[in-house]
């Protein structure tokens, strides 16, 4: 069944959310989720509705007729303002008069009293129309002494009347939003912060991190997109490269003459950066053959997918699965976890990502179990005479996960089930310490994402001993790496010893 998030504007006043309830249930919607917090904004209202797309559509047309929908964020200025006002009763009065007038609600007022004659009230003023702020402040200094103060970040209680509006506002200039992506930002991250206060979290502590992970993956594009790049040869006539990125998954390509294999491809907001280390490093990127495989069907594996012209892409039935739930706008895999739905959606809306159509994906495999508790080999493909087995994993990190593994030549791409962590920069860790707290864990069960990592370990050891060598692992962040006794260590740094 559809399901669409409404984030409405209510009047904070008994039986408001009554009559929005009454809308929905006339129209046959199910309220899946509501969430409201008068502490973080005193009107804004999340509520999901599951209906037919017809009814859907009737529920918004009558909250918007009655004035509960919010479908457009208004420019606010916050203006707080210090007013010197005579200490004997009703002197407030004619300031009110004033504010009425010009219709300004006050977010903030504090007053306290000195050894003067005079009170200093405190206020914050809510104004939508910058136009008459002259105006209205000309009128209040004909009454009294008025002074324009800096605003404070510490003083919450302004912060919260207005803060949805703020942080939609401050999104949309960052990333560019349509006013319906927008909202849907401010909605997503309301559905994070629910989750998390729920298990405690403070929710400036939990904005914070939405914020910081915006910015980060904002931050870095263009000139400020600083990829580490590491090459070897696996052998004659093949070259493998690893593209690391400040944020999200590495991109790796394996160089043949007769073509080039990509595997797993990077965030969709850094395409033209990417496309730029591309035709750096292939001179003739255009017209070379490209093949392209993912390890599992998380958004910043997936990014470049649908932006790669004429590439064969080639994954699981799973995970193909799961992009095609994107295609028809249902939770994916991922996001049928609730921990995991709204920091998905809000990487989608950061990066910018489109889900390739269902005709561009090629399958590999078949008849695979719906569910299985091993490493289970479910099919292989072949680059220049190099064999990589694929096996699909047990949905530990993400149901679907794959890891590809050329037992030969000693490489093995295992995705997000095993990363250097280790190896991270200071920007990487940073930007990979966000994930693990807004969804609580980057797995979806950690019981088998443990033994995933497990069964993989036993294969890195298994393929060094039998072929004398360290194996090589490719792993979906950080620097290539490979195993130490037991430990995960750099590739290249261990060599050089």
């Not at 052998?235 to 390509?253: A, K």
């Not at 799961?322 to 920091?343: A, V, W």
């Not at 719906?370 to 220049?384: A, C, T």
């Not at 030969?408 to 997000?416: L, Y």
Request: glycine share 6%; proline share 4%.
């Amino acid at each position: 069944m559809p399901k669409k998030s409404y984030v409405t504007n209510m009047p904070d006043k008994t039986g408001a959310f009554m009559l929005a309830s009454r809308i929905i249930a006339k129209h046959n919607g199910n309220i899946v989720r509501v969430s409201y917090n008068k502490a973080v904004d005193l009107h804004t209202l999340f509520i999901d509705v599951e209906a037919s797309v017809e009814n859907l559509d009737k529920i918004e047309s009558e909250l918007q007729s009655i004035g509960y929908l919010n479908n457009k964020i208004s420019e606010v200025n916050v203006i707080v303002v210090s007013i010197k006002i005579p200490d004997v009763p009703g002197a407030v009065l004619p300031v009110l008069k004033i504010l009425d007038r010009y219709d300004i609600n006050i977010s903030y007022i504090n007053s306290n009293t000195s050894d003067t004659d005079y009170q200093n009230f405190k206020m914050g003023l809510l104004i939508e129309n910058p136009k008459i702020i002259k105006m209205l402040l000309d009128d209040i200094s004909e009454l009294y002494q008025i002074d324009i103060l800096d605003y404070d970040d510490s003083e919450q209680n302004l912060d919260n009347t207005i803060f949805y509006i703020r942080l939609a506002n401050e999104m949309q200039k960052l990333l560019g939003l349509s006013t319906e992506r927008t909202m849907e930002f401010i909605s997503e991250s309301n559905r994070v912060l629910q989750i998390l206060q729920d298990k405690g979290e403070n929710p400036d502590k939990v904005f914070e991190y939405i914020r910081r992970f915006a910015y980060l993956i904002n931050s870095h594009q263009g000139k400020n997109f600083k990829a580490d790049i590491e090459k070897i040869k696996i052998d004659d006539g093949i070259i493998l490269y690893s593209i690391q990125p400040p944020c999200g998954s590495n991109t790796y390509v394996l160089d043949t003459a007769e073509e080039l294999v990509l595997v797993d491809t990077g965030y969709a907001i850094y395409a033209d950066e990417m496309f730029g280390i591309f035709n750096e490093l292939f001179p003739d990127w255009d017209k070379r053959h490209k093949r392209v495989y993912i390890t599992h069907a998380d958004v910043d594996h997936c990014g470049l997918l649908s932006k790669l012209e004429g590439a064969d892409i080639f994954m699981n039935k799973k995970s193909a699965e799961s992009l095609n739930r994107q295609n028809r706008g249902i939770p994916d895999y991922r996001e049928n976890n609730e921990l995991c739905y709204g920091y998905s959606k809000l990487s989608r809306i950061i990066s910018g990502y489109m889900p390739p159509t269902p005709e561009s994906l090629n399958i590999i495999d078949e008849d695979t179990p719906e569910e299985h508790d091993q490493l289970l080999s479910i099919g292989s493909f072949n680059v220049k005479g190099l064999e990589f087995e694929v096996y699909e994993g047990s949905g530990g990190h993400v149901y679907g996960e794959m890891i590809f593994l050329c037992r030969e030549h000693s490489v093995i791409f295992t995705g997000d089930n095993l990363v250097n962590i280790n190896g991270f920069s200071t920007g990487r860790a940073e930007f990979n310490s966000l994930a693990p707290y807004l969804m609580t864990s980057v797995n979806v069960d950690s019981r088998k994402a443990s033994e995933m990592r497990n069964q993989i370990v036993n294969f890195i050891e298994e393929i060094g001993i039998n072929n004398h060598k360290p194996c090589i692992v490719c792993g979906g962040h950080g620097p290539l790496s490979m195993l130490i006794g037991g430990k995960i260590a750099n590739y290249n740094h261990i060599l050089q010893i």
